[in-house]
Antibody, heavy 117, light 107 residues
Framework: QVQLVQSGAEVKKPGASVKVSCKAS????????IHWVRQAPGQGLEWLGV????????SYAQKFQGRVTMSRDTSTTTVYMELSILRSEDTALYYC??????????WGRGTLVTVSS | DIQMTQSPSTLSASVGDRVTITCRAS??????LAWYQQKPGKAPKLLIY???TLEGGVPSRFSGSGSGPEFTLTISSLQPDDFATYYC?????????FGPGTKVDIK
C-alpha cells in the first residue's frame, strides 16, 4: 500500500533552516509528483511547491522562492523539503503529498516544525 | 495569485441532510479544481479533482460541479463520517491556492 513516512518533529530558532524528509513506498516512486503543503496551527492549507521525483524538476510558490529547496534521492525513494531563514510564522505542520503535477492524491501524516527563540 | 473563497465558513447539519459548499475563484480556472476533506488531527483526503471527477474509493454521495469561477461540493445525504472541514484548491496556475475551508459540524 502507498506510504509516505515523514520525519519527526523539529524545533528551530529564528533564522535557522529545517529539512523535512518524506520516504515513499508502495508505488513507483518516479511515476508521481510530490507536493509540499503546510498548515499553521488552527489555520488552512498553504501550498509550497512540487517536485518531480523522475527528473528532479521543481516548481515553488513565489512566496517561498529563495527560501525553499525541494530535492529527491531516487535510491532511497525519499523527497526532502528544506526551508531556510525560518521565522515564527513558519511554525506549521508540513505535509508531503503524492499526486499529479497539480494536486495530491495521497498525503503523509505531517511533520510539525516549531520556530521559537 | 488566484484567491479562493468558500462559503459558508461553518455549516451545521444533521445526518441525512443534503449539504452544499460553494467555492469561488478570483478569476476563471476552467475546471482545474480539487476538493479535500480533513478531519481533526488527520491529513487531508482527496475527494474530487477536475471539478467533478470522484477520486477512487470516495462514496458516491459526494459530487462536485461548476467551472470558471464558481464551484460546488454536494453531499447528498450527510453521514456521521462526513463531519469534517472541506477545502477547495485551484490548480489552474501556480501557486496552487486553497480556499479557507468550510467546517461541517453537527447541528
Amino acid at each position: 500500500q502507498v506510504q509516505l513516512v515523514q520525519s519527526g518533529a523539529e524545533v528551530k530558532k529564528p533564522g535557522a533552516s529545517v529539512k523535512v524528509s518524506c520516504k515513499a513506498s508502495g508505488y513507483t516512486f518516479t511515476s508521481y509528483y510530490i507536493h509540499w503543503v503546510r498548515q499553521a496551527p488552527g489555520q488552512g492549507l498553504e501550498w509550497l511547491g512540487v517536485i518531480s521525483p523522475s527528473g528532479g524538476t521543481t516548481s515553488y510558490a513565489q512566496k517561498f522562492q529563495g527560501r525553499v529547496t525541494m530535492s529527491r534521492d531516487t535510491s532511497t525513494t525519499t523527497v526532502y523539503m528544506e526551508l531556510s531563514i525560518l521565522r515564527s510564522e513558519d511554525t506549521a505542520l508540513y505535509y508531503c503529498a503524492r499526486g499529479t503535477s497539480y494536486y495530491g492524491d495521497y498525503w503523509g501524516r505531517g511533520t510539525l516544525v516549531t520556530v521559537s527563540s | 495569485d488566484i484567491q479562493m473563497t468558500q462559503s459558508p465558513s461553518t455549516l451545521s447539519a444533521s445526518v441525512g441532510d443534503r449539504v452544499t459548499i460553494t467555492c469561488r475563484a478570483s478569476q476563471s480556472i476552467s475546471s482545474w479544481l480539487a476538493w479535500y476533506q480533513q478531519k481533526p488531527g488527520k491529513a487531508p483526503k482527496l475527494l474530487i479533482y477536475k471539478a467533478s471527477t470522484l477520486e477512487g474509493g470516495v462514496p458516491s454521495r459526494f459530487s462536485g460541479s461548476g467551472s470558471g469561477p464558481e464551484f460546488t461540493l454536494t453531499i447528498s445525504s450527510l453521514q456521521p463520517d462526513d463531519f469534517a472541514t472541506y477545502y477547495c484548491q485551484q490548480y489552474n496556475s501556480s501557486p496552487f491556492t486553497f480556499g479557507p475551508g468550510t467546517k461541517v459540524d453537527i447541528k
